[in-house]
């Protein structure tokens, strides 16, 4: 961007709402005073979660129909559509959702978007710690699996995860250990 300018959207129309995702055609205002429009795929947001304690992580292989993949692995994650709820309550709650673990220790580590060419899906990543059993009510339509990586198999659990927003989350805790 130009110094002095700002992009601005200055208008859109909903042309799709759907369950996970909506899209907008939005028009936009460049620094240099051209306009464009562009398609905007329009997401609440995610939690994902990075959880051990200390010799174990704990991720889930689960269908991602999408890719079409059975079995994909990744770090516990979740959609903020809980309305109010903020991005910590939605990580605390769906850990215990997917796992069936709450953590005494909570850490956010970064905010990140997905694929912001196209949409503005934005995904906070925490690390959650001190972990402990609980009990929570899973989605009735999840089809997950818990895995449990020990630490020191780290490097493995990086190479057979595909999922971007876990491999942000593996190698973020692979720069701290």
């Given at each position: 961007?130009?110094?002095?300018?700002?992009?601005?959207?200055?208008?859109?129309?909903?042309v799709?709402?759907?369950?996970?995702?909506?899209?907008?055609?939005d028009?936009?205002?460049?620094?240099?005073?051209?306009?464009?429009?562009?398609q905007?795929?329009?997401?609440p947001?995610?939690v994902?979660?990075?959880a051990?304690?200390?010799?174990v992580?704990y991720?889930?292989?689960?269908?991602?129909?999408a890719?079409e993949?059975?079995?994909?692995?990744?770090?516990?994650a979740?959609?903020?559509?809980v309305?109010?709820?903020t991005?910590?309550?939605?990580?605390?709650r769906e850990?215990?959702?997917?796992?069936?673990?709450?953590?005494?220790?909570w850490?956010q580590?970064?905010?990140?978007y997905?694929s912001?060419?196209?949409?503005?899906?934005?995904?906070h990543l925490?690390?959650?710690?001190?972990?402990y059993?609980?009990?929570?009510e899973?989605?009735?339509?999840?089809?997950?699996?818990i895995?449990?990586?020990p630490?020191s198999e780290?490097?493995?659990a990086?190479?057979q995860?595909?999922?971007?927003?876990s491999?942000?989350?593996?190698?973020t805790?692979k720069?701290?250990?």
């Amino acid at each position: 961007m130009s110094e002095g300018g700002e992009l601005k959207r200055i208008g859109g129309k909903l042309v799709y709402r759907g369950p996970i995702a909506s899209v907008r055609m939005d028009r936009f205002q460049y620094p240099d005073g051209s306009k464009d429009i562009r398609q905007v795929v329009v997401h609440p947001g995610a939690v994902c979660m990075v959880a051990h304690d200390n010799q174990v992580l704990y991720m889930v292989r689960q269908p991602r129909e999408a890719v079409e993949e059975p079995a994909l692995l990744e770090l516990p994650a979740g959609k903020l559509d809980v309305a109010g709820e903020t991005p910590l309550e939605c990580a605390q709650r769906e850990l215990a959702e997917e796992i069936g673990m709450s953590a005494g220790d909570w850490r956010q580590l970064k905010s990140f978007y997905t694929s912001p060419g196209f949409a503005n899906e934005r995904v906070h990543l925490f690390l959650a710690t001190e972990l402990y059993d609980t009990k929570a009510e899973a989605d009735s339509d999840e089809r997950i699996e818990i895995v449990e990586f020990p630490l020191s198999e780290l490097d493995e659990a990086i190479r057979q995860c595909a999922d971007a927003k876990s491999l942000v989350g593996l190698l973020t805790l692979k720069q701290m250990l």
